[in-house]
């Protein structure tokens, strides 16, 4: 089985309701889910017929929800995806080296889960771009943020 847990708080609770009632309001229609539970748990939940104009496209949610929305090319799908100002993680499901390197190269995201949900290791630089953070934490990447480096241009020394 698979346990959920809590939001981590009472505002990150809300923020999920308030996204799926404003997707329920534009016409998407929840398939899964959709309601609050009892405390700050949220339900697992999948929306289907998410358009652009939903809070849920443009702001980060940071709960159990899936917004899922249609689109007919690769070249959509890419366009739709990187219509955010944010750029945390993208997630997408192919067999073709091709279309994953693609894909892979046209989406504006720091973290790219290909076949997977599980992206996060402590060898992994892990952070965003856009609104979604500057710099990386974890790898050896992550020690950058915490180095003050120093150039030095040496010229006319006596080698003696």
Avoid: C
């Amino acid at each position: 089985g698979v346990n959920v847990g809590p939001l981590i708080d009472e505002p990150a609770v809300e923020k999920v309701e308030r996204h799926v009632a404003d997707a329920l309001a534009g016409g998407a229609e929840a398939i899964l889910g959709g309601s609050r539970m009892d405390g700050q748990f949220f339900e697992p939940s999948v929306l289907v017929g998410v358009t652009a104009g939903m809070a849920m496209s443009s702001e980060e949610t940071f709960g159990p929800v899936a917004g899922i929305a249609r689109f007919t090319t690769e070249e959509e799908a890419v366009r739709i995806a990187n219509d955010t100002p944010h750029g945390l993680a993208a997630y997408f499901y192919s067999q073709g080296l091709a279309r994953i390197t693609r894909v892979g190269e046209a989406l504006e995201y720091g973290i790219l889960g290909v076949n997977t949900g599980l992206i996060s290791t402590e060898v992994a630089p892990f952070g965003g771009v856009k609104e979604s953070g500057i710099g990386r934490e974890g790898s050896s990447y992550g020690i950058d943020e915490w180095l003050e480096l120093k150039y030095w241009a040496l010229g006319g020394i006596d080698s003696r």
